[in-house]
């Protein structure tokens, strides 16, 4: 009778094997933003931008949250707003959005560097590393690029229209 027996450690070892070496082939490089739904949309709570509505579906497999204007700098009577946003799918926000909107006409070095702080907290609380100094001197001026933290890629736009906006992106 135990002649009979099949022995299950080759078959436990095999799975093992294979997902050792998938674990392995997986490198931070290929990683891409991937956050908790219910963290991601409460990073910047303590700095005003508080989400509303929870994560919820948006339409196509999207879920999102998203805050309502805030005033920057924070108690400014300036009419500049700051937006954040996370969206992804059902188990993963996959991209965070800073937006501000520039209400204001000449000096906007305050807002700007409210708004540079914004990010730098964004940053560090979501990829858990500082945003590099070129980044954040960019950001302060408002001039568009693209950098890379960890595995992750963020970008600040500048968006044209009848309010002039700039977007920091993380994904």
Not at 14 to 25: I, K, P
Not at 60 to 75: N, Y
Not at 107 to 133: H, K, M, N, W, Y
């Amino acid at each position: 009778m135990s002649r009979h027996r099949r022995n299950p450690l080759p078959g436990l070892r095999y799975r093992a094997a294979t997902l050792w070496l998938l674990l392995a082939g997986a490198s931070p490089a290929g990683a891409d933003l991937a956050l908790d739904p219910t963290a991601a949309c409460r990073l910047l709570d303590d700095h005003g931008l508080r989400t509303r509505d929870g994560y919820r579906d948006v339409g196509q497999g999207v879920f999102r949250c998203a805050s309502i204007g805030h005033r920057l700098p924070r108690a400014s009577l300036a009419p500049d707003e700051a937006h954040y946003a996370a969206t992804g799918d059902r188990g993963r926000a996959r991209q965070l959005q800073l937006d501000l909107a520039l209400h204001s006409r000449g000096d906007v070095r305050a807002v700007l560097d409210a708004f540079t702080i914004l990010a730098e907290t964004l940053t560090s609380r979501s990829l858990g590393q500082a945003l590099s100094a070129d980044a954040r001197q960019a950001i302060a001026l408002g001039l568009p690029g693209t950098w890379r933290v960890g595995s992750a890629n963020l970008s600040l736009e500048r968006i044209g229209g009848a309010v002039p906006a700039l977007r920091f992106v993380i994904r």
